[in-house]
């Protein structure tokens, strides 16, 4: 029975020291860099991993993006990298993080809020009657947040990632796809944009201000169909393509201010 009791004590100890290293955890790592880029080529941003990806446009011919980076609790923020490739038809701008496989976490204990992290991997979580936040498995606890500046005249641009929310003011005149499986997908869309408009979530809904016209049941701009939310049609008399897909989150497509 004191063997038991012993073990016992010695995990909770464990379980409370862990717990207070995750609040007194290091700042988050900060990066910025800067891309030349040519308007005709497409501007690729493949994000995987990200809590928030904001995307405003400017009058350089450059793209700036800047990073917070938290990864497990600043344990592994150089393991993080964001890299820049000129293509023949595209610039791509990729994030990464090394050994991945390799720095997965066992077990944490949060002693307050968890909202800032994001989980990938296996894991299973619970609480107790003192409000600290258990999770155990194998999974990678991270933080990373963009914010991103891109040319006011880029004509074409692609953005995917797994667990982003996207907020960004659409370029005029651009053709855009995004895509996030978890997270949200918030464009703003200047009222004279004429385009062609596609959005799709599989297990969220669909949001818009805007008066885009599609071809079946008059001018209802809205459907769901077998648990899929979607709006298809034009704006404007139609132009450019703007495709919208989300597997987890909602889609928003408003009239920029």
């Not at 493949?46 to 993006?65: E, G, R, S």
């Not at 960004?168 to 004429?194: N, T, Y």
């Amino acid at each position: 029975m004191k063997t038991k009791l012993l073990i016992t004590t010695l995990l909770l100890g464990s379980l409370f020291t862990l717990g207070w290293s995750q609040n007194t955890a290091k700042p988050a790592r900060q990066i910025d860099k800067s891309f030349d880029f040519d308007k005709n080529k497409e501007l690729y941003l493949y994000l995987k991993f990200a809590k928030n990806i904001k995307i405003k446009t400017w009058n350089q011919n450059k793209v700036q993006v800047k990073v917070s980076v938290d990864i497990n609790g600043g344990k592994d923020n150089e393991k993080f990298s964001l890299s820049g490739e000129k293509l023949s038809d595209r610039f791509e701008i990729r994030s990464r993080i090394k050994d991945f496989s390799k720095i997965t976490k066992t077990l944490v204990v949060f002693n307050g809020d968890n909202d800032t992290y994001f989980s990938y991997g296996n894991s299973t979580s619970w609480s107790d009657e003192d409000g600290r936040y258990y999770m155990n498995g194998s999974f990678l606890l991270s933080s990373i947040n963009y914010e991103i500046n891109i040319p006011a005249n880029t004509k074409k641009l692609r953005i995917k990632t797994i667990s982003g929310n996207i907020e960004m003011d659409h370029p005029k005149d651009c053709q855009l796809r995004a895509r996030s499986v978890s997270g949200f997908i918030d464009v703003s869309v200047a009222p004279g944009q004429k385009a062609d408009i596609e959005t799709r979530s599989y297990m969220g809904d669909v949001f818009s201000d805007l008066p885009v016209k599609t071809a079946s049941f008059g001018d209802k701009s809205y459907r769901r169909i077998g648990g899929r939310a979607r709006i298809k049609g034009t704006l404007n008399g139609g132009g450019v393509r703007i495709y919208l897909k989300t597997h987890k989150g909602n889609v928003y497509l408003r009239k920029k201010k």
